[in-house]
């Protein structure tokens, strides 16, 4: 082969010391997230003491955003080749906040949260994730049930190949699930329209709110803004519609993926912030 894309990241260790091959790893607008069951009461992998669905409440969907430590998947995980999330969009896209505070990772506020929301001994659910989709989705889902773990939220992980696992996320069998959203736009709109945005089918807003997200603050500040061709109010309304969502915790975000190609002597690849591979792209080194 000429061009490989995405390569196991174990394995540029061995692509950097050979002098037959080379590699670029290029950030790219894909966010992967985890998005819990807020509209069900109870959820069907939930169990908690009192019966309730226990991620309805914001508070606990705010403790698990402080459990995970971000920066040390990036770091162990994902071998440096990833950008740990705090918002929804790369900083400095188009309705992105301009300066997001960061989601410090705070297991003892998060434990402090837990109580609050009345469950001071935590409770158990189960996060399912592909085994197969994205750069080590699996070993990311087994860091972040551990993080979960630790503050009481006894998390179980069911991984799956994305061939079984997507059919079951679009009928609502998961209570927590991981996902992943490229943003070829370029701008915040595309996420919020499918993910965020109350679910109305007809107008073709919500269909990936498997969630069941509904917030009516959040729809009344993003459909105005995303319908506007108004370059200035767009903006605006998004980065406005961008911190209603960091408020309410309707996705967790964890990373955005850097994209690896690797290549051999001779050559060398482009990489797009898109994730696609064109040949086009492949250039011969001078």
Known sequence: YDVIENPAA????????????GFVATPSTRLVFLQPDI?????????SPDGKNPLQDLRVRQAMNMA?????IVQRIMDGLATPAFQYMPDGMFGALPKASEIKYDPVAAKKLLADAGYPNGFELTLSSTNDRYVNDSQVAQAVAQYFTRIGIKTNVDAMTASIYFPKRAKREFSLSMGGWPSESGEASALFQLWVATLDSPKGLGTSNYGAFSNP???????????TVDAAKRKKGLEESTQIALDNVPLIPLHFESSIWAFRKGLTYEGRRDQYTLATSVKIKK
């Open 10 to 21: 174990r394995d540029l260790t061995r692509v950097k010391e050979s002098d037959k091959f």
């Open 39 to 47: 509209g069900r009461n109870p959820s069907p992998f939930v169990k």
């Open 68 to 72: 995970i430590d971000r920066k040390a």
């Open 217 to 227: 603050e959040f729809d009344k500040v993003y459909l105005p803004a995303a319908n």
